[in-house]
C-alpha cells in the first residue's frame, strides 16, 4: 500500500529527493576505483545490522552513513501505523589512533496513522533529533572491544522527537569465528526520555548477531535485538530479528539493504532499509 502524503510535505519531500541525488552522484563515481587503493585500511562501516561494530575511524578520515530509506509498519487490534524515514545521516570523523566523535540526524519522518475504532486517519511528516556521541577502542582501533556514549537532543518535531534529552553507552564486541564468521555483540544501557515528554527512564539490552563475507565484495549477517524499557507510565520490551547484505562497490564506499521482524508486541511487525557508507 502506497502512503500518501500530505501537500505541505512535498516542498520537504523536493528537498530530500534532492539531498539523496547529491549523494548518489557522490558516492558511485568511486565504483571503478574498485582497484585502485589496494592499501587502503579495512572499511569500517556502522550499516548495516543492529549491532555496532568496535572498530574506530582513522584519524584525520571522516565515515558519512546515510539511510536512504527506512519503512516500519506496525499494526495492532486498535490501529495500524506506517512509518517513513528519508535521509538519516550519521559523520564519525577520527581525532585520535582509538577515538572517533559522531555526530547523526534522525532524518525527515513521514507517519500514517489508522484508527480502527472511529475510524481516523492522520498523517504528519517532521524532522528527527540530532544526536551526538564519540566511540572509543579499549584495546585498539581496529577493536575487538570499545565503548561507545551518545546523547540524543530533542531537536526535531512532532512524533519525530522524544520532547526530552536522552543518552546511553554501548560496549561494542567482535568475535572472530572459523571459516570467516565473525560475532558481534552490543550490550546497551539508555536513559532514555519518558513517554510523558518529561524525565527520563532505565532501557537496557543489546543486540547479538553474525556475520560473514560471501564474495570479495558482499557480506552478509543476521541478528537479534532486546530491549526492556522501564517507563514509568509502562514497561514494555521490544525485539526484532533482521538479517542484512553490504556490497562494497569499491575501498570506500559500500550499499547495504535489510529486512526485520518484529518479535514483540511492543516492535515494528516489518521493517525494510536501505542505505549506504563512505569513507572521505
Same mark, same amino acid.
Given at each position: 500500500?502506497?502512503?500518501?502524503?500530505?501537500?505541505?510535505?512535498?516542498?520537504?519531500?523536493?528537498?530530500?529527493?534532492?539531498?539523496?541525488?547529491?549523494?548518489?552522484?557522490?558516492?558511485?563515481?568511486?565504483? @571503478?576505483?574498485?582497484?585502485?587503493?589496494?592499501?587502503?585500511?579495512?572499511?569500517?562501516?556502522?550499516?548495516?545490522?543492529?549491532?555496532?561494530?568496535?572498530?574506530?575511524?582513522?584519524?584525520?578520515?571522516?565515515? /558519512?552513513?546515510?539511510?536512504?530509506?527506512?519503512?516500519?509498519?506496525?499494526?495492532?487490534?486498535?490501529?495500524?501505523?506506517?512509518?517513513?524515514?528519508?535521509?538519516?545521516?550519521?559523520?564519525?570523523?577520527?581525532?585520535?589512533?582509538?577515538?572517533?566523535?559522531?555526530?547523526?540526524?534522525?532524518?525527515?519522518?513521514?507517519?500514517?496513522?489508522?484508527?480502527?475504532?472511529?475510524?481516523?486517519?492522520?498523517? @504528519?511528516?517532521?524532522?528527527?533529533?540530532?544526536?551526538?556521541? @564519540?566511540?572509543?577502542?579499549?584495546?585498539?582501533?581496529?577493536?575487538?572491544?570499545?565503548?561507545?556514549?551518545?546523547?540524543?537532543?530533542?531537536?526535531?518535531?512532532?512524533?519525530?522527537?522524544?520532547?526530552?534529552?536522552?543518552?546511553?553507552?554501548?560496549?561494542?564486541?567482535?568475535?572472530?569465528?572459523?571459516?570467516?564468521? %565473525?560475532?558481534?555483540?552490543?550490550?546497551?544501557?539508555?536513559?532514555?526520555?519518558?513517554?510523558?515528554?518529561?524525565?527520563?527512564?532505565?532501557?537496557?539490552?543489546?543486540?547479538?548477531?553474525?556475520?560473514?563475507?560471501?564474495?570479495?565484495?558482499?557480506?552478509?549477517?543476521?541478528? /537479534?535485538?532486546?530491549?526492556?524499557?522501564?517507563?514509568?507510565?509502562?514497561?514494555?520490551? $521490544?525485539?526484532?530479528? $533482521?538479517?542484512? /547484505?553490504?556490497?562494497?562497490?569499491?575501498?570506500?564506499? %559500500?550499499?547495504?539493504?535489510?529486512?526485520?521482524?518484529?518479535?514483540?508486541?511492543?516492535?515494528?511487525?516489518?521493517?525494510?532499509?536501505?542505505?549506504?557508507?563512505?569513507?572521505?
Amino acid at each position: 500500500m502506497k502512503m500518501k502524503l500530505p501537500a505541505s510535505s512535498k516542498p520537504m519531500i523536493c528537498l530530500a529527493a534532492i539531498f539523496l541525488a547529491a549523494i548518489f552522484g557522490f558516492a558511485f563515481p568511486t565504483v @571503478a576505483m574498485a582497484d585502485a587503493l589496494p592499501s587502503e585500511p579495512a572499511f569500517c562501516a556502522a550499516r548495516p545490522g543492529q549491532t555496532t561494530p568496535p572498530c574506530v575511524v582513522a584519524p584525520g578520515s571522516a565515515m /558519512i552513513e546515510i539511510g536512504l530509506a527506512t519503512w516500519e509498519h506496525s499494526k495492532t487490534d486498535s490501529a495500524r501505523n506506517n512509518d517513513l524515514s528519508l535521509s538519516a545521516i550519521a559523520l564519525r570523523y577520527g581525532i585520535a589512533p582509538r577515538l572517533e566523535l559522531q555526530v547523526g540526524w534522525a532524518g525527515l519522518a513521514f507517519s500514517s496513522h489508522l484508527d480502527y475504532v472511529t475510524p481516523d486517519r492522520s498523517r @504528519a511528516t517532521n524532522p528527527g533529533d540530532l544526536t551526538v556521541g @564519540a566511540l572509543y577502542g579499549l584495546l585498539g582501533q581496529d577493536g575487538p572491544v570499545a565503548v561507545q556514549a551518545f546523547v540524543t537532543l530533542p531537536t526535531g518535531k512532532g512524533a519525530a522527537t522524544d520532547g526530552e534529552w536522552s543518552g546511553g553507552v554501548r560496549l561494542p564486541v567482535a568475535i572472530p569465528l572459523a571459516n570467516d564468521w %565473525q560475532l558481534g555483540l552490543t550490550p546497551e544501557f539508555d536513559l532514555a526520555a519518558n513517554s510523558s515528554g518529561h524525565g527520563r527512564h532505565s532501557a537496557f539490552g543489546g543486540a547479538a548477531g553474525i556475520s560473514r563475507p560471501i564474495s570479495g565484495q558482499i557480506s552478509a549477517g543476521v541478528d /537479534i535485538s532486546v530491549i526492556e524499557d522501564r517507563d514509568p507510565e509502562g514497561s514494555s520490551t $521490544s525485539s526484532m530479528t $533482521s538479517a542484512s /547484505i553490504a556490497w562494497q562497490t569499491s575501498p570506500n564506499s %559500500q550499499l547495504d539493504f535489510g529486512v526485520g521482524l518484529g518479535l514483540t508486541s511492543s516492535s515494528p511487525r516489518a521493517q525494510i532499509y536501505v542505505g549506504f557508507s563512505k569513507r572521505l
